[in-house]
């Protein structure tokens, strides 16, 4: 990188008087001038000129939120270090006080700096409005003070300005606030576990493959991470949503179609989770949302966010099936619409999960409060959704009888006492042995058991 002269510096310092004089009379404004706060010989780097393009950025936002309008904005790109310099319409004393906001925001804003002039030129110094001088870089003394007594040495200002350059980039590499992060982290983590949850009758587990030939418990921590992406993009698509709910859902089905063939390439070509990437999506997205209008997270209110993205979804994509409007190959969930009436996922969903919020929640609550580890109090829950729910993949298997043998078995096992009992538990191992056997997977109700998990993560977390 090119090292700047003190000539360079003293050439870019009346340039930039120029603009700033030249801007402000012709049209008789204040000036809110940003230059670069770089100590050394280089001072112009693509790293600080983002640095420079993220203060501006902020103080549009700062401007829109305080009524301020931007009426023209020049950028200038010298050896010596960019800088910016805006005519803004707005008393120039509040201009002064969101800059000072945007300048102490954070660690890195230390590297630039944000003056103001008034339409007549003067420079609106913070002591005027009754703030001290800005810090030194390494202390809390003012940074006038420290620069004339030469507290500190170059070599600690150059690695203190590298450091704060480097958390710039560093924080740059994040699009998301924290909730955004939170709530994707907690769908994968929701993903993983109910995949790791042991013994899982007929399902992949961390003991067996359940009644699968094309794919292991490898699979799915595969599949899982694939989709992790996704999971982020649909928590940050509800978060930053500012229409309907339903208008949302075409944005998740984008997001999800991608997220599809991730998974399938990862998993090289078999379908782990494609249901529960629609479901989780919805539900990520819906909390987010949920979390955006309201800054409230209960699972009643996340459902109901869902139930209203997905309002008409049956009508719009089943109910015209039996009508014989159907074009196309029909997926697995049409055709049992069409053969049972069933609306699997889609009327789960539209209907705001009632088998969650009647069965999956309170069960596994009442599980986890009896002393029940997480592993088992999923595997319990795992069984009591398995009760009452109309499980797609075991109808598209086999059909109506041996759904309602599952669910009687799942109440057999229940009234044992589930994972609670020594019974019930040896009971659910004998359950697995037999579901594998005659090739039965519940693969529907694993995907309502990480949803179910999904919300209690989000529900007590939000509570913390």
């Not at 790109?77 to 002064?96: E, H, Q």
């Not at 067996?208 to 698509?237: K, T, V, W």
């Not at 099936?321 to 009327?347: M, P």
């Not at 359950?431 to 519940?442: E, G, Q, V």
Request: glycine share 8%; aromatic share 6%.
């Amino acid at each position: 990188m090119d090292q700047v002269t003190l000539a360079a510096i003293l050439a870019a310092k009346e340039r930039l008087a120029f603009l700033q004089a030249e801007i402000r009379s012709g049209y008789k404004l204040p000036v809110v001038s940003f230059t670069t706060n770089i100590p050394g010989p280089v001072k112009n780097s693509t790293n600080i000129q983002k640095l420079l393009q993220a203060a501006v950025d902020r103080f549009r936002i700062a401007a829109r939120d305080c009524g301020f309008t931007i009426v023209e904005e020049r950028f200038i790109y010298p050896l010596t270090g960019p800088a910016a310099i805006l005519a803004v319409n707005g008393a120039a004393d509040k201009l002064k006080l969101a800059c000072m906001a945007i300048e102490e925001s954070g660690f890195s804003t230390r590297l630039f700096d944000i003056d103001v002039f008034d339409a007549a030129g003067r420079q609106i110094a913070r002591s005027s409005l009754g703030y001290p001088e800005r810090s030194c870089f390494l202390c809390n003394q003012p940074a006038v003070l420290c620069r004339r007594l030469g507290r500190h040495s170059s070599t600690e200002l150059g690695d203190n300005v590298a450091w704060r350059l480097s958390a710039f980039a560093a924080a740059a590499t994040n699009p998301w606030p924290a909730i955004v992060w939170n709530i994707g982290s907690w769908a994968i983590e929701a993903m993983l576990l109910e995949a790791a949850c042991t013994p899982a009758p007929g399902l992949v587990d961390r003991d067996n493959a359940g009644a699968h030939q094309d794919m292991d418990f490898f699979s799915f921590l595969m599949s899982s991470s694939a989709l992790a992406g996704s999971m982020f993009r649909c928590a940050a698509a509800g978060w930053g949503h500012q229409g309907t709910p339903a208008e949302l859902l075409p944005v998740l089905r984008c997001i999800g179609q991608e997220g599809e063939q991730q998974m399938l390439q990862a998993t090289g070509g078999v379908n782990t989770q494609k249901g529960l990437l629609f479901l989780l999506g919805i539900l990520t997205a819906a909390a987010t949302y949920t979390l955006q209008q309201t800054n409230i997270a209960t699972a009643d209110q996340i459902l109901a966010t869902a139930a209203a993205m997905a309002s008409g979804l049956v009508a719009r994509e089943l109910a015209v099936l039996k009508a014989g409007q159907a074009t196309g190959r029909l997926t697995a969930g049409e055709k049992l619409y069409v053969k049972y009436g069933v609306t699997g996922i889609r009327g789960e969903i539209e209907a705001g999960l009632p088998s969650i919020k009647a069965q999956g929640l309170p069960v596994l609550k009442a599980a986890l409060g009896q002393g029940l580890s997480l592993n088992d109090a999923l595997v319990h829950t795992l069984l009591s959704l398995m009760t009452v729910v109309q499980d797609t993949t075991i109808l598209n298997r086999h059909g109506l009888e041996i759904l309602d043998e599952v669910q009687n078995n799942a109440r057999r096992v229940m009234d044992y006492g589930g994972m609670l009992t020594a019974a019930g538990r040896a009971l659910i191992g004998a359950l697995d042995t037999a579901f594998i056997k005659r090739n039965i997977s519940p693969g529907g109700v694993a995907d309502l058991l990480a949803a179910t998990y999904f919300l209690y993560l989000v529900e007590t977390n939000h509570e913390k």
